[in-house]
């Protein structure tokens, strides 16, 4: 068996057979199993719309992703992408909203730095924690997410208040239409470009940087990286600022791009799905893209479900769920029978 | 007490023998211990102490022979087996988990029956207390393990094993990691057992301890048995140390080793430490005042038993950890504030002392293994990217320089053999001939081939005018290749020898013998 099957097969297991577990779970409680494939399909891609919907969603989870691969990779467990996309897009609307007469040229191109400088600060937070003061970045990260969702209410409700909406969700105004890069479905040549420069951008830091190798050194075995020199405080607070960079680049891209706006609330499973992504993609850029696309086509099916069957979107979060449970169980056991192989 | 001493066998061994892959840790080995007495078991460090004691512990599987508890064969031994049959070994690091409580630890670790499928807090409690005040330890069944001191969890280690019923407790060098009161208090207890019928197996390194308490003392060389329980009235503290080093006359160094020496008149001085302390350290005595200085092409041997304080003295040399206290010259200039990677920047080398947790990343290919620390010197501008192609011919060039036998650049590094790991890291940190080189146990479980290959490394390099510094508890090793050699014992350089060395000596001083 030639070493691409064998990668494929251990790729695609998990992801089968948390759809078959799924699938069991739906036929025994009544559902139509056919009717959910037939959702999943049109959702995901046959119908009118859906193909670019997945695109959509591909777009922030491929960003969000090739952060999260250089923090896996550096053996860190930043799990807080979901604020640094919300502080991301706080940077972006900022922007855009406080210099509404300034020239579009000008505006984009601040606004997406100030979401990525945003989203790097707000993960350097749990980066310094951990480094100076050894507090697990697990914890930290997880609840700088709450941190962020009720700092963005408070924004919303305060000083950045749409005095336009009224008891629905708090929101942002909205972002004067020539500072978007898309229309409300989300998929514009400027995103895709956007998506093509990040994809070059975290495939030369990770593979072709000096910075790539060693975080790799350091993840795989710091000890055996201290005693080469390595700066491993230096290599850890990077890692931190460039995973936050990314994901709070996908925020400003929520913002100039599909919602226009910076809501509370939004887009609340991204940074967790982004992380099932880099796991899945194998930790490299080319593959983390690929699953993208899979999970972005999943999250549009999520979406679109409820419509066209009796099967709630949460149905398919279990699902969800599951690939990314089947391949942490998985790294478990290929990590246990590598070691023992090395022992005899 | 002579006239009640028991004449019952309660462990016999024949032929046991341990490997661990090429390497023979233990050749087959037959002895017998009687019941109720204090054995002792030493050696130097590789000698095969503690793969015997795994065997019989049943945590490892001999490689051949038998051995039998109280008369009965133990076949396929397993930890809970050995524990049925009343042996149990108290470990070097401890297994209690540092979060329960006292009660909580022992219940879970113990072998002792199990009260019930359920239980409270206070049951639980109240089941241990018994045990806990017939140890006379003054610790409460409800205190956490992690808030105890030392010496406590290695007495509850014991309340452990007993309160399984043990009948023959090995205990892995009980005293490393305990203060001299600590010591006396631990063997107080020992002894205290021993008049209760119980049979102890103590692996020691320190000949006074070893005379203090032993009934009997066996002494492992090199794998081989080469003295058998003895009763100790009979063995002497000098004849002991000759036994666990090894009968040899003085040893000649190398002629190389003068030869350099008196050629050139004034050399410089590479690397010095000035009144140098360190930090307290859990696991070995901190440095106190230590100054040395090796000069342009010459090898200074750092000999000692181990733990002595070696790894603070490579740590504080290497910048690993900073000094409390005390000046670090190096390559003429005071590096006492510099960080490990600008120590190297200016000429300084290491061969960390464990090729597999410190050497190499074993999961990662053979050239990322030996190029990545120096990444930055293979792009062609400051922000340019890596030419990775360049990095495999570096890569390529070392590894082959060092005689290192690997199929592809590709192949993970731990897939290699140790011999050929240990090249891996010489190609790493000399193939670009280093001014100032530690080199840490650097032919620690190689094979004789290997080592030999080691030693012409160094010595090439000291030709070349490298200062190195040797940390080793190899005695042959030290003599072959060193210029001068000091003693290292409890964090203090205490003596220092030239050649022609002399075995006893040196021994002497690394124990802490006066004749």
């Given at each position: 068996m030639s070493r691409w099957v064998a990668t494929g097969i251990r790729i695609a297991s998990p992801i089968v057979i948390a759809f078959a577990l799924g699938f069991l779970l739906f036929a025994a409680t009544g559902y139509d199993i056919a009717e959910v494939i037939h959702g999943l399909w049109q959702g995901a891609?046959?119908?009118?719309?859906s193909l670019e919907q997945s695109v959509r969603w591909a777009i922030p989870l491929a960003i969000i992703s090739f952060g999260i691969v250089i923090t896996l990779r550096t053996g860190e467990f930043n799990i807080g992408a979901q604020g640094q996309i919300l502080l991301g897009g706080l940077g972006a609307a900022s922007v855009a909203l406080l210099l509404p007469n300034w020239s579009p040229l000008l505006v984009i191109p601040l606004a997406l730095l100030a979401g990525i400088i945003f989203g790097a600060l707000w993960s350097a937070i749990a980066g310094v924690l951990k480094v100076w003061f050894n507090a697990d970045e697990v914890i930290n990260t997880l609840m700088l997410n709450f941190i962020a969702i009720l700092l963005i209410q408070w924004v919303t409700t305060g000083?950045?208040?749409?005095?336009?909406?009224?008891?629905?969700t708090a929101s942002t105004p909205r972002v004067d239409?020539?500072?978007?890069?898309?229309?409300?479905?989300?998929?514009s040549l400027e995103l895709i470009a956007i998506v093509v420069v990040a994809a070059a951008l975290a495939w030369i830091i990770i593979e072709r940087s000096p910075f790539g190798l060693k975080s790799k050194l350091v993840g795989s075995s710091p000890r055996v990286a201290a005693w080469q020199g390595l700066q491993i405080k230096r290599i850890h607070i990077t890692t931190y600022l460039l995973t936050g960079a990314f994901a709070g680049l996908a925020g400003a891209l929520e913002v100039l791009g599909p919602s226009a706006r910076l809501v509370t609330g939004a887009t609340p499973t991204l940074g967790f799905t982004a992380i099932v992504v880099a796991i899945v993609g194998m930790l490299r850029v080319p593959g983390a893209l690929a699953a993208a696309l899979f999970f972005g086509g999943l999250q549009a099916a999520i979406l679109f479900l409820p419509i066209v069957s009796r099967l709630p979107s949460s149905g398919l979060r279990i699902i969800e769920g599951l690939v990314a449970l089947l391949i942490t169980a998985q790294f478990i056991w290929l990590r246990r029978q590598h070691n023992r192989r090395r022992q005899s | 007490m002579t006239a009640t001493l028991s004449e019952e066998v309660v462990l016999r061994c024949e032929d046991i023998a341990v490997a661990y892959g090429d390497v023979q840790a233990l050749h087959p080995t037959s002895l017998s211990f009687h019941k109720a007495r204090i054995h002792v078991l030493v050696g130097q460090n590789g000698a095969g102490k503690t793969s015997l004691a795994r065997v019989l512990a049943g945590i490892i599987p001999p490689q051949s022979g038998r051995f039998w508890i109280r008369g009965r064969p133990v076949r396929a031994a397993t930890v809970p087996l050995v524990r049925e049959l009343g042996l149990d070994i108290v470990h070097q690091r401890f297994t209690l988990p540092p979060n329960f409580t006292v009660a909580e630890a022992l219940e879970l670790v113990s072998a002792r029956k199990h009260a019930g499928a359920f239980y409270s807090g206070r049951q639980l409690a109240a089941s241990w207390r018994r045990e806990l005040e017939l140890a006379d330890?003054?610790?409460?069944?409800?205190?956490?393990?992690?808030?105890?001191p030392i010496e406590t969890i290695q007495s509850l280690e014991i309340v452990r094993a007993l309160a399984g019923a043990a009948q023959f407790l090995i205990l892995d060098e009980p005293t490393a990691l305990l203060s001299p009161s600590g010591v006396d208090r631990l063997f107080a207890r020992l002894k205290h057992l021993r008049e209760t019928g119980v049979t102890l197996l103590l692996i020691l390194h320190k000949l006074r301890e070893v005379m203090e308490i032993a009934d009997t003392i066996s002494v492992l060389r090199a794998g081989r048995l080469v003295l058998p329980p003895t009763a100790s009235a009979g063995v002497s503290e000098q004849a002991l140390s000759d036994l666990i080093i090894g009968e040899r006359a003085t040893v000649d160094s190398e002629t190389d080793a003068f030869a350099s020496g008196a050629s050139t008149v004034e050399r410089a001085v590479n690397l010095s430490l000035g009144d140098v302390s360190t930090p307290h350290s859990e696991t070995e005595p901190a440095l106190a005042a230590v100054s040395l200085s090796v000069k342009a092409g010459e090898i200074l041997g750092i000999a000692g038993v181990e733990g002595n304080g070696q790894r603070s003295l490579v740590d504080v040399l290497t910048g690993l950890m900073p000094a409390k206290s005390g000046a670090l010259r190096l390559m003429g200039r005071d590096?006492?504030?510099?960080?490990h990677h600008q120590r190297r920047s200016i000429g300084l080398r290491v061969v960390p002392f464990d090729r597999v947790a410190e050497g190499a990343s074993l999961g990662l290919p053979l050239w990322e293994n030996v190029t990545i620390w120096k990444a930055e010197k293979y792009r062609r501008s400051r922000f340019g990217p890596l030419r990775i192609g360049a990095m495999r011919i570096a890569a390529r060039k070392a590894l082959d320089q060092f005689d290192v036998q690997y199929d592809s650049l590709d192949q993970l590094a731990g897939s290699l053999s140790g011999g050929n790991m240990q090249r891996l890291i010489l190609a790493r940190e000399l193939a670009d001939e280093p001014r100032v080189i530690i080199a840490a146990q650097p032919t620690r479980g190689l094979d004789f081939r290997a080592t030999h290959y080691v030693w012409r490394v160094l010595r090439r390099l000291k030709r070349a005018g490298a200062s190195i510094i040797l940390v080793s508890s190899d005695l042959d090793e030290l003599f072959s290749l060193s210029d001068r050699i000091s003693v290292i014992r409890g964090g203090r350089l205490v003596a220092e020898f030239a050649p022609p060395y002399e075995m006893q000596g040196i021994g002497d001083s690394m124990i802490g013998v006066t004749r």
């Open positions: 891609i046959a119908a009118p719309g000083p950045l208040k749409d005095d336009a909406t009224r008891g629905e239409n020539m500072f978007r890069l898309s229309d409300g479905t989300g998929v | 330890l003054g610790v409460s069944s409800k205190a956490r393990i992690r808030d105890l590096a006492t504030k510099l960080k």
